[in-house]
């Protein structure tokens, strides 16, 4: 990544120009370029001189400090978030652990109501069935009588039909 240094016109006649300027990464490439754009009738004699000073160990120290703090912030921030995140995603899950809790016992409540409820379905069933046969029994017997009573007269002082017509044929 290159920076550009804005083109100023130098009066490097009055006096020598100078400068320093931070090297922001390393390795890097470094482009300096001279023209005689403002006075390009008259010739000119350039001499120039480029010293490198590698930085210091106080600079390199300073540069480290530097980043390790801002990497130090970007963390603790980072964590605080979390930190907070971790409290609401802690209390929801407390919350849903109680509410699962709550189901499970009722839940169990219900299997228990299911297990009494499925036992009294079947008695009823049962009774339901006799109660059937009990109703069709009845219902015959008041349509065809019973057996002994054949031949035999009735409590109301009538006799049976059927007993009458077995009579006359003896």
Request: a negative charge.
């Amino acid at each position: 990544h290159c920076q550009e240094k804005e083109n100023l016109r130098a009066d490097a006649h009055l006096q020598p120009i100078t400068g320093r300027f931070l090297v922001g990464s390393v390795p890097c490439a470094l482009l300096f370029t001279f023209d005689n754009e403002y006075s390009w009738f008259r010739e000119k004699k350039i001499t120039y001189t480029v010293k490198i000073t590698p930085p210091s160990i106080e600079s390199i120290s300073d540069g480290r400090k530097a980043r390790a703090k801002s990497a130090l912030s970007a963390v603790s921030n980072d964590k605080m978030s979390a930190e907070s995140r971790l409290e609401r995603v802690h209390s929801e899950h407390v919350a849903l652990v109680n509410e699962i809790k709550s189901l499970e016992k009722e839940l169990e409540e219900k299997k228990k109501s299911m297990s009494v409820v499925t036992k009294e379905e079947t008695w009823l069933k049962e009774r339901v069935d006799l109660r059937t046969v009990q109703e069709t029994l009845l219902t015959k017997r008041l349509t065809d009588g019973w057996e002994d009573e054949v031949g035999l007269e009735l409590t109301n002082g009538t006799k049976d039909a059927d007993a009458d017509a077995h009579r006359a044929e003896i």
